[in-house]
Every structure is written in C-alpha cells, then in structure tokens.
C-alpha cells in the first residue's frame, strides 16, 4: 500500500523487514530505522543537510585504509565505541576497568623478557612498569599476557610515523609465577588523534579539541579470564576531564613517581633520573 503520509513511510520501511529469518539482525534493523526516523523527523532534515550527511559518510569511508579506521575514530568521537565497550563489558567495580581500543593496535608485537624495554629508539623519558595479574579472588595468575603499546614522545604511534622503527613502543610481556610483570616503557604524553579528514572537521565545526590524556594501552589475557582491553592513565594530566573519545576512568588514573637514584636506574638497565608506576590488574574469571 502506498499511503503518502509521513508515519506510513516508516511503518514501510519496517514492514520490509517481516521476511528477515535471524532473528537478531531483525531487531536490530527495526531499532534502526526506527531511531533514524525519529531522528530525521525530530530535527526535520533538509535536503542539504541530508546531502551533507551522506557527502560526509562518504569522505570518512573514502579516509580508510589498512593503516587509518576514520569509522573507529567517528565513533570514540561520538561516545559510541565506549558505550558498546561498557554494555560488554559490565565489572561492577570489582575487575580492572576496561576503556577503548583505539585504531592504533597492532597484532603480533615481539614476546619479551620480564622488564625489557618497548622503546627500540631510546628516546623519551623511562618509566618502570610494575604490579601483578590477579583474578576477581585476589589470586595471582602466572603466565598472564600483557601486550602494550604507546605513542612516543611526540604523541605519535609507530604506524603514524615513518621516523619510528618498525613495532617501537610494542611489546608482550608474561607475569612470572607468582602473577608479577615488570615493563620498561616511556612516561606518555597527551596527544591528539588525527584530526585532517572528516572527524576532526566534525570537533572543529563543534568547537571541541582532538586531544586524549596521557596513557599506556593494554590488552591483558589469561586462561579461564575475559581479556582486559584497557588503559593506564598518567595523573594530573589536562585532559583527563576532556577525552576527545571520552575513555577515561578515574581508576585507570595513577600516579607516575619520579626516581632519581642512578644505582636504581642501573639495576633496571636504564639511566636516572626514571618514572615509576604501580598497578595491579584484576581479571574476570570467563
Ligand atoms: C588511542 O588511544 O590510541 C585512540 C583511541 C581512540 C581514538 C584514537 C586514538
Ligand atoms: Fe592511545
């Protein structure tokens, strides 16, 4: 039937979907076209502004390739991916908290030995990384994955920038038996994500910063455990309260303690003065 009134458009559109056999893709179809069309009707699209949306779809789109994910960033920007991340992944304060992703993860970092170094360049300030890998109980894991990554001194990943050696600021790391880990990175600072295509014209046309606080990614893993997507985030820093992508915790926020005794530097195989940061991440039992 070919009503021309606005509500029979949707009631339409959602009648097109009484032959989907999976059930889950049925629903969340419905929602959908339901939600757009609520949308559309709540600020009375135009025309232009329509043409504007699918022009702007388009360059994000045309923006992706195997080493830039413009939708991912489109989405952190809007709150979306953290909102997926905290409906899938409910700890009730119990476990470490998880935060995004980010675009900027790379599989297949080198296996390295309790307390190596991620830095391949030597550059920026050393900070020793230590704590353990409990489960929800308070016992210790042993042979827990930590794989981490960071930005270097200039807020740049190693994949942004041609300067960095191949996998810089990468590593994975096991906790030895009695569930410790001990990591030498670099004290991160707060960057901005890419902001020359289609998301940072979005934050400029809404007066928003593209800046992230300082913070080391890690996806923590063990047998029998949910793995831990996550980060750890440098206090004190600005823009704690303003995350562009809007993942920051305060209990992911901790302190980085300046240690200037050179004897303590050499034992960790670095030179002082060194930063030093103690966390212990709490796993869920699967
Ligand atoms: C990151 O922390 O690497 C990141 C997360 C979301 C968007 C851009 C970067
Ligand atoms: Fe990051």
Redo the contacts with the bound molecule.
Sequence with gaps: MHDESEAQITANALRSLENVQNPRLKRIMTSLITHLHAFVRDVELTEAEWFQGIQFLTRTGQMCDDRRQEFILLSDTLGVSMLVDAINHRTNGVATASTVL?P?YREGAAELPYGASISKDGRGEPAVLTGRVLSTDGTPIAGAVLDVW??NEQGL?EQQDPNQPEMNLRGRFRTDEEGRYKIVAIKPVSYSIPDDGPVGQMLRALGRHPY?PA?I?FIVSAPGHRSLVT?LFVEGDPYLESDVVFGTKESLVVPFVLNESAEEAAQHGIKAPFWTVHYDFVLMPA
Aim: glycine share 12%.
């Design positions: 980010g900027f960071e930005a990943y992230r913070h990614h980060h």
